[in-house]
């Protein structure tokens, strides 16, 4: 009988010591997958609970999800524009300016001929109190599309995305 007991002993507490790692690994990855998550999209500095971290890892995964597919969708109207517009260098230049929360997306489609600096972009969005946090840049057939990502500096004034477009316009058609 003294055999059964310390061989139950044993199982229990390779039982204990498996679930404690258990615990510890699962802690682990939930404060991995919160750092994931920007700072912007958790601004209350209050301690919450590993749920209520994990709901907000899941709604900005979801917000993830439909930025993409409203991108996708954005990529299909502008790739079907291309094929629709049949004279090469039609509807350009293209300024859209889309606002997210205190975010702006700015898109700009130009042509190949069309010569301007980015710097110059940068320079009018710096002027409206935005900062340029990313720049994407791709060819496709005969247009470029720079996409730019930028945060307003202080978004309680807010910024007027009008004054953006009307500027970012004349430099397109300069």
Same mark, same amino acid.
């Given at each position: 009988?003294?055999?059964?007991?310390?061989?139950?002993?044993?199982?229990?507490?390779?039982?204990?010591?498996?679930? %404690?790692?258990? %615990?510890?690994?699962?802690?682990?990855?939930?404060?991995?997958?919160?750092?994931?998550?920007?700072?912007?999209?958790?601004?209350? $500095?209050? %301690?919450?609970?590993?749920?209520?971290?994990?709901? %907000?890892?899941?709604?900005?995964?979801?917000?993830?999800?439909?930025?993409?597919?409203?991108?996708?969708?954005?990529?299909?109207?502008?790739?079907?524009?291309?094929?629709?517009?049949? !004279?090469?260098?039609?509807?350009?230049?293209?300024?859209?300016?889309?606002?997210?929360?205190?975010?702006?997306?700015?898109? =700009?489609?130009?042509? =190949?001929? $069309?010569?301007?600096?980015?710097?110059?972009? !940068?320079?009018?969005?710096?002027?409206?109190?935005?900062?340029?946090?990313?720049?994407?840049?791709?060819?496709?057939?005969?247009?470029?599309?720079?996409?730019?990502?930028?945060?307003?500096?202080?978004?309680?004034?807010?910024?007027?995305?009008?004054?953006?477009?009307?500027?970012?316009?004349? =430099?397109?058609?300069?």
């Amino acid at each position: 009988m003294e055999s059964y007991n310390a061989s139950d002993a044993t199982t229990k507490l390779d039982r204990k010591t498996t679930e %404690r790692n258990r %615990r510890i690994r699962m802690k682990s990855s939930i404060l991995e997958l919160i750092s994931l998550v920007p700072q912007q999209f958790n601004p209350s $500095k209050e %301690r919450l609970s590993p749920k209520d971290q994990l709901h %907000r890892v899941t709604a900005y995964i979801t917000q993830l999800r439909e930025r993409v597919e409203k991108l996708k969708k954005m990529k299909e109207m502008l790739i079907s524009k291309f094929n629709t517009s049949g !004279i090469p260098g039609s509807g350009i230049p293209v300024v859209k300016i889309t606002e997210i929360g205190s975010n702006l997306e700015v898109v =700009l489609v130009t042509g =190949l001929s $069309k010569k301007f600096g980015l710097h110059e972009v !940068i320079l009018v969005l710096h002027g409206q109190g935005v900062e340029v946090v990313s720049i994407s840049i791709s060819t496709m057939a005969d247009r470029i599309y720079h996409i730019l990502h930028a945060q307003v500096k202080m978004p309680r004034i807010g910024v007027d995305t009008l004054i953006i477009y009307d500027r970012l316009q004349k =430099l397109c058609l300069d």
